[in-house]
């Protein structure tokens, strides 16, 4: 059967019994470590190996031509075309591994905490009942929502020390989001502590209060019924100072209707607005002065007028963020 170590069939099994042979070769020597410590030698010695299996796939598939019959040559074809496959990507998905790894060690280092352990659940309702929690607090300077679209975790940090960047100092905690299977996102984990000022996720909505600005850092209020706050990194979300956090609420009202009115100017002693209306829409503000539109339980406007939002560090009024 000599004749049959030339047909067409053959020399496929020669070609591909180098290429299996070569890589089980490659294989065998990073099994065995041959060529760990030995510095530049190291990659010779596995080419090497490599070679040597080779030849000897070489040799062995020779003979089998040789000795055996056409249908199983074909088979041993099949056969070797598959660890062909299996090792080429093997070693092209080791290949990729090592590179990532390699780019990530060429970036600057930056210490990751733990991943939290606790799974997240509602901290709080977005309700018009969970408005009246914010006479609990101080008003602080305004809103942060962290960027979850670009930044699947946010970062707590403790103690911050003054000059040195985001990248020097180690967070405590953190919070990962997770993309639903239909758009947006939920809390994949959180510490057991966190109690934001809302949180609506259906809505895209996770507000913080923030209570202190720096250059590189938000120091805000993660837990709002003992007022205990963290910093977190000034650009891993949006700052809205609370001008412009109002003028995108759907409604205000105030906190104590009696004392406070509409009026037709920004000033204490102008007359007053006298419609009947539901809800005050924001629509500008001046300095203390919030410029509203009085709407009717239709949303249809029915005038404007003028309220104080705010004195000294006391917030006169409450918000909806949603109708």
Request: charged share 20%.
């Amino acid at each position: 059967m000599a004749h049959q170590a030339v047909k067409p069939y053959s020399l496929l099994m020669y070609f591909l019994s180098i290429i299996a042979f070569f890589f089980l070769g490659i294989i065998y020597a990073g099994i065995t470590e041959a060529g760990k410590g030995q510095m530049l030698a190291g990659g010779a010695i596995v080419l090497g190996y490599g070679v040597i299996g080779a030849f000897i796939g070489l040799l062995l598939s020779i003979l089998t031509a040789i000795k055996s019959k056409r249908n199983l040559i074909i088979k041993i074809n099949i056969f070797l075309t598959l660890i062909v496959i299996a090792s080429f990507t093997y070693f092209t998905l080791k290949y990729q591994k090592r590179q990532q790894e390699k780019l990530k060690d060429e970036l600057p280092k930056k210490e990751q905490p733990t991943t939290p352990t606790l799974d997240a659940k509602p901290m709080a309702m977005l309700t018009r009942t969970n408005v009246e929690k914010q006479l609990k607090n101080e008003m602080g300077l305004g809103m942060f929502s962290p960027n979850f679209y670009e930044h699947k975790t946010l970062y707590f940090y403790g103690n911050l020390t003054h000059r040195k960047s985001v990248q020097e100092h180690i967070p405590v905690d953190s919070i990962t989001f997770k993309q639903r299977e239909y758009g947006g996102f939920d809390i994949a984990t959180a510490p057991s502590w966190l109690m934001p000022e809302h949180l609506k996720l259906d809505y895209d909505m996770l507000y913080f209060k923030v209570k202190s600005i720096s250059h590189d850092f938000i120091e805000v209020v993660v837990n709002t019924r003992i007022n205990q706050t963290a910093f977190v990194d000034r650009y891993a979300g949006k700052l809205q100072y609370w001008p412009e956090f109002l003028l995108g609420v759907h409604s205000v009202e105030f906190r104590e209707p009696s004392a406070y009115k509409v009026y037709i100017k920004p000033l204490e002693h102008a007359e007053t607005v006298t419609i009947p209306y539901s809800f005050m829409r924001p629509i500008k503000i001046q300095n203390e002065w919030l410029y509203v539109e009085l709407q009717d339980n239709n949303y249809k406007t029915l005038g404007t007028g003028w309220i104080r939002w705010r004195k000294d560090d006391n917030l006169l009024i409450k918000y909806s963020l949603l109708n």
